[in-house]
């Protein structure tokens, strides 16, 4: 292994060495060795750059209520607790939390809602439960409840702990918030909870197609390493092979467990609980780390690709049709499994795809305007009116092609054990592979593959696609086999 670390991996000669294969750094990637760079800063051997983790412990303990308050004290916490939660996270573990925690005094706020959100009055109730000034706040839930107490801990800079209530989504370690405003879904500020604690007897419990949603948020991270790693090729994305591996481990022990996670609704005996409190410990600590990684870089790159930007379109939709929101992990789940697809059909040949006309400038922004509606100003200015051509797109096809048979035809001919598999696999623990089934038609599902992209301007293969004059026809053909 080469020991030289140069801040710039770009300037490193050899750019196909196993250097850069996430797979190289598996020995640093254990439990032990990222457990022992949380809460702190490190320079990376891999990439480096320095690295700060916020997060200060994420540790599964059963039954959680009767350690939590030492665990909580031993992170140097006093004073008083405002436990967060909703009316089926308080009965499914918030009670019991609050009856263990008497030393930090305890207060509890609880949600009302059916359907609740993260938007101005889920924070304008919070802010109002802020009044007596807590010294620390608990969120107990999963990603709604997390995501409205973050937002509220970064503007009161009141710190929190995650208490998880079920391994669906990889966001309970992220520092950013995602938040309805107005009814649109938009990026806001945030901060990593400073602990994050979770019952594994309790995730077991949760509804089975939260699970299964945290599963597809995991199975995404295939798509988004691929993604990543193509763009820093592509355009010099900055890329860490150490994170990389990081989350490459995350998928590998989650796949290696995810038959415990089927939904079996007659087999509840404690051998096939065990096991799945088992799998979900895992699925969770794999959740995590994937937030872990994000904290580390600093960005989403390394755990979401085409799969979220198809997801995040679809989620916009739902806002704008004014439906109950359907589980994240479930349209990534979609997302995923098509950017997997298509990953395949644009490099069937094991080569670069044939050159096809791409989509005039005026014909995308008429699409943009008629797909994002209100929100098309924004997508229009963040983004080129057409991908590159001439002679910056020939060179990068040259880097493409070298990415390509260093490591990418290998990658994608995975994809075709992995594809039904995990088709298999969402179907067995509860959760959707086809858009009808949440709701969507045939049209949405084609908009979210087509226009998805122009969501967060980044090089994934659906931009790929659309260099190569495909992406309109790949998006018909998912439409077609999706629905
Ligand atoms: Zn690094
Ligand atoms: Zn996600």
């Known amino acids: 292994m080469k020991m030289d670390i140069s801040l710039d991996p770009k300037l490193k000669e050899d750019q196909f060495s196993a250097w850069y294969d ?62 967060v939660m909703d009316r089926r996270t308080e009965a499914a573990a918030g009670a019991a939390l609050a009856e263990q925690l008497s030393r930090f005094h305890p207060a509890a706020f609880v949600f009302a809602e059916e359907h609740l959100h993260a938007d101005e009055n889920a924070l304008g109730q919070l802010m109002m439960g802020l009044a007596n000034r807590p010294d620390f706040l608990i969120s107990c839930g999963s990603g709604t409840v997390t995501d409205i107490t973050r937002y509220l801990s970064y503007v009161s800079e009141i710190p929190f702990i995650a208490v998880a209530t079920a391994a669906s989504v990889d966001g309970y370690a992220s520092a950013t918030t995602p938040l309805l405003h107005h009814g ?19 995730l077991a419990q949760a509804p089975p197609a939260m ?51 089927a939904w079996r609704p007659d087999q509840v005996d404690s051998q096939t609980m065990d096991r799945r409190a088992k799998a979900c410990d895992q699925l969770m600590s794999a959740l995590s780390l994937t937030g872990i990684a994000m904290q580390m870089m600093g960005t989403s790159r390394p755990a979401s690709g085409a799969d979220h930007q198809i997801s995040h379109l679809l989620e916009m939709r739902d806002v704008k049709n004014g439906r109950a929101a359907s589980l994240h992990g479930d349209k990534v789940g979609l997302g995923t499994l098509i950017s997997l697809s298509m990953y395949q059909s644009l490099f069937e040949e094991r080569s670069l795809p044939a050159q096809h006309p791409i989509l005039p400038a005026a014909r995308w922004a008429q699409e943009v305007r008629r797909v994002y509606g209100q929100q098309a100003a924004t997508a229009l200015a963040i983004n080129e009116p057409e991908p590159p051509q001439g002679a910056l797109w020939e060179a990068q096809k040259i880097r493409l092609d070298a990415a390509m048979n260093a490591f990418g035809y290998e990658v994608i001919s995975s994809f075709a054990g992995l594809l039904p598999r995990a088709e298999a696999l969402i ?50 053909d998912a439409a077609d086999h999706w629905i």
């Open 22 to 83: 996430p797979r190289s750094w598996r020995h640093l990637t254990d439990q032990a060795t990222v457990e022992s760079w949380l809460g702190r800063s490190m320079i990376c051997p891999a990439c480096g750059r320095q690295h700060t983790i916020t997060t200060r412990a994420i540790t599964a303990a059963s039954p959680l209520a009767d350690c939590a308050a030492d665990l909580i004290q031993a992170l140097g916490f006093d004073g008083r607790a405002l436990i």
């Open 184 to 202: 649109f879904k938009r990026t806001f500020p945030g901060v990593a909870p400073q602990a994050i604690f979770y019952d594994p007897q309790v």
């Open 211 to 261: 699970t299964a949603a945290g599963f597809a948020d995991v199975l995404a991270k295939v798509v988004a390493l691929l993604d990543w790693r193509l763009a820093w090729h592509l355009e010099d994305e900055p890329y860490c092979p150490l994170i990389a591996g990081l989350v490459d481990r995350a998928v590998a022990d989650c796949l290696s467990l995810a038959g415990d996670l």
């Open 427 to 476: 179907t067995a623990m509860g959760g959707p592979t086809r858009a009808s089934q949440l709701g969507y038609t045939r049209q949405d599902l084609y908009d979210a593959v087509a226009f998805g992209k122009e969501n967060r301007p980044k090089l994934t293969v659906l931009r790929l696609a659309e260099r190569f004059g495909r992406l309109y026809d790949l998006a018909q």
